[in-house]
């Protein structure tokens, strides 16, 4: 990719694609019995191919549980192969979703990085298994007990879809931990608009617009260049609603120096 360094090109796609399927689950709405649906995405860079993300979902009354899984495509699978998968589980209660534990796993070439973020009711901070432990030579530190009062991408999200499906805006803020990296995330209201279907299997219609900013706390790589660069990079994930009646997020856009990324959901 023109005006990108080699070193960050890994780890620029693996935020793209972690970006893209943090931005997957569903709403909850008004559940009776339990409820599944399989989602898939395509991410591109221009015409170019990148990424295809799959999501599963399983959601009733008292509990959720949200997996999504992806994998590089095309020529950057043969430049730069990585593949990641994520996992969470929560419940549904009164207040809200409650996370109870958050995995992923990333591959890049021969490296994998295993992460379980376990939150517990008694426990004042979250507790992390990490194989291997992030090299603080590499990624800034996080700081200690900063992980207090926390959620994972999923459920933060999750929550903010839901007050959606329930006619509120998308505003909402919140302490993001993943067991790599830690940031404060805010989402903002944009509004309505008609999507017009840029490929034949795409989503056409009406949608409602998030805008996600994030702040870095911990986690992130040293040598990036963009990681204090944030207010270069516009992040909006668009929520539609499809035939059976499902707000889901149908197309995911991150626009940055070096081009527009999109995440696309298959329709058809």
């Not at 979250?126 to 992980?147: G, I, N, Q, R």
């Not at 009062?149 to 006619?167: H, I, K, M, W, Y």
């Not at 944009?190 to 994030?214: H, K, Q």
Request: proline share 6%.
């Amino acid at each position: 990719m023109p005006g990108l360094k080699n070193s960050h090109r890994p780890q620029l796609f693996a935020g793209i694609f972690c970006g893209a399927v943090a931005a997957l689950p569903l709403t909850a709405g008004s559940l009776a019995a339990d409820e599944s649906m399989q989602l898939r995405y395509e991410v591109a860079w221009g015409n170019m191919t990148l990424a295809e993300a799959k999501v599963n979902y399983a959601l009733n009354d008292t509990r959720y549980e949200i997996e999504g899984s992806g994998e590089s495509q095309g020529t950057l699978a043969f430049l730069f192969p990585w593949k990641g998968s994520a996992r969470s589980v929560g419940l549904t209660t009164e207040k809200g979703f409650q996370v109870s534990r958050h995995d992923s796993e990333g591959s890049f070439r021969d490296r994998t990085r295993r992460t379980s973020v376990i939150w517990r009711p008694d426990a004042p901070l979250p507790e992390l298994v990490a194989e291997p432990e992030s090299d603080l030579t590499e990624v800034t530190p996080v700081p200690e007990d900063a992980t207090a009062g926390t959620a994972d991408p999923f459920t933060v999200l999750l929550s903010t879809l839901n007050r959606l499906e329930q006619g509120e805006r998308c505003d909402a803020e919140a302490r993001v931990w993943d067991g790599r990296r830690l940031y404060d995330l805010k989402i903002g209201h944009i509004g309505r608009a008609e999507l017009v279907r840029d490929r034949p299997w795409t989503y056409n219609g009406t949608a409602i617009g998030c805008s996600l900013t994030y702040t870095p706390i911990g986690g992130f790589r040293k040598d990036s260049e963009w990681r204090d660069r944030q207010d270069e990079i516009r992040r909006i994930i668009w929520i539609g609603r499809l035939p059976n009646e499902k707000m889901v997020p149908v197309r995911i856009e991150l626009s940055a120096p070096i081009g527009r990324f999109v995440g696309r959901l298959y329709t058809q």
